[in-house]
């Protein structure tokens, strides 16, 4: 039987381990309306002289539910049953075959109904939660802007440093080596400049739920990070900021403990390390201040994931995004864009290349590289975008060029080729739609390094 169900997982799209299920399934679903209706209406069992055959439900309710392939099995298993001599007393042995035969065009009808409204949905549900991801990233940065907003306001007097101008100050820092945490000293200064912490550590993970003892920076007399400590293990499980309760500062009963723990989580949930707070001034000690923090630690997480993959390879990031689009392309049929525009020799060429990679939206990812005959390439990325959108954005970037330097896009460009990425894509095929403009040595070289990417060379190749 094993083998049977494996072939009829195949041809029907369900997982072997559900076909013997889904096989009892349909042997209800097609003799239990026509037994029953023998049973209790033994003069009418199909219900042609009742004003609708009922009989008929249970085949539509089957391909509504699983699809039309399943609804025509239901309804074929139904109308053999209905044909049989078991049937045969009642006198509509021609409508009992008229009955089978349109219920297995009404099936059909149903099931393709219900599978492509199925796929529709999968398909905005998957667009919506690749959205919520991105709104994550969005309402953090909008959030950092507003608090900056307001401290640049309260500090104006002093000409002190704004909370955004420390951390674009931070960008290349992180960027300079391939773990961010070693510019420790420098996310310890934004956390007690702008949140007016006294005594605290910032420790790197060394597992998923373990945290390394040596601090990587320090500020005050910081000492041994207490590992069993119950505020600093709850925020390594829920990946929020946990504090102790304004009632425990009060009374002293932090002195042995942590007083607040900040991991440092970016929208995906993936924690690169936390500040242990082990004491701060009373009056910062407020739930405004506790906001920020944990604000902070959200920012910096998603500021170390992007420095980590810009350090560790120039493609790290895009071979990132575009492992997410062909993810989402495979599960729920998503589009998206890929486009490559190989520059000329004109002297605005390069120029022209670096406005068109930063002219895309914040969901979009962008990579400049060297093609084998030195010749600049750019490769976009726009997810969630049909063919047609991505035509749509050349236009409007062929627009935008024109006003700022002058002259249009294609006076600079020598090459242009758009691909609609879908389900029947991989990495390996955008690889090589991509080394038309660039050559397979030049994406070998970029991509040599991408941390995500094993068997990386393989898929250029």
């Known amino acids: 039987m094993k083998p049977f169900f494996a072939l009829l997982s195949r041809h029907l799209r369900v997982p072997a381990g559900k076909a013997g299920g889904r096989m009892i399934e349909l042997l209800i679903f097609s003799c239990l309306l026509p037994m029953g209706g023998l049973l209790a209406f033994s003069d009418d069992p199909t219900g042609l002289h009742a004003g609708f055959p009922w009989v008929a439900a249970g085949a539509l309710v089957f391909a509504a539910r699983y699809g039309s392939l399943w609804g025509v099995l239901c309804a074929v298993l139904t109308g053999l049953l209905i044909n049989t001599p078991l049937f045969a007393h009642a006198d509509a042995g021609g409508q009992h075959a008229a009955l089978a035969l349109g219920t297995i065009i009404m099936c059909l009808v149903v099931g393709d109904a219900a599978s492509s409204w199925r796929t529709r949905s999968q398909q905005s549900e998957a667009e919506n939660q690749y959205l919520r991801h991105r709104l994550k990233e969005f309402s953090t940065d909008y959030h950092v802007l507003k608090v900056s907003h307001g401290q640049l306001e309260e500090h104006m007097a002093g000409q002190r440093l704004s909370l955004r101008e420390a951390l674009q100050r931070l960008k290349p820092v992180l960027s300079a080596s391939g773990d961010g945490l070693q510019a420790g000293s420098e996310l310890m200064a934004v956390f007690s400049q702008f949140c007016s912490i006294q005594v605290a550590g910032l420790y790197a993970m060394s597992g998923d739920s373990r945290v390394d003892p040596q601090p990587v920076a320090t500020h005050g007399d910081m000492l041994e990070l207490p590992l069993f400590d ?226 990386t060379q393989s898929d250029v190749a």
């Open 230 to 455: 119950p505020i600093l293990r709850t925020a390594i499980k829920e990946r929020e900021l946990v504090s102790i309760k304004l009632e425990s500062l009060d009374e002293k009963h932090h002195e042995n403990s942590l007083l607040a723990v900040v991991p440092l989580v970016d929208t995906n949930g993936r924690m690169h390390g936390v500040l242990a707070i082990k004491d701060m001034h009373f009056m910062a000690f407020q739930q405004q201040n506790l906001n920020i923090l944990a604000l902070l630690g959200n920012y910096m997480g998603d500021m170390l994931t992007r420095s980590k993959g810009a350090a560790e390879s120039r493609a790290a990031w895009f071979m990132s995004e575009l492992d997410t689009a062909l993810r989402f392309a495979h599960s729920h049929s998503t589009e998206s864009v890929l486009l490559s525009l190989r520059f000329n020799q004109e002297p605005s060429a390069d120029k022209v290349a670096q406005f068109v990679s930063t002219s895309i939206r914040s969901l979009d990812a962008s990579w400049l590289l060297t093609a084998d005959d030195d010749a600049t390439v750019l490769c976009l990325l726009l997810p969630l975008m049909s063919e047609t959108h991505g035509q749509a954005f050349l236009q409007r970037v062929d627009k935008a060029v024109a006003n700022q330097f002058g002259h249009p896009l294609k006076t600079c460009v020598e090459g242009m080729q758009l691909k609609s990425l879908r389900g029947g894509d991989s990495r390996a095929s955008c690889l090589s739609f991509l080394m038309k403009h660039a050559g397979a040595d030049a994406l070998q070289r970029e991509v040599r390094g991408n941390p995500g990417g094993s068997g």
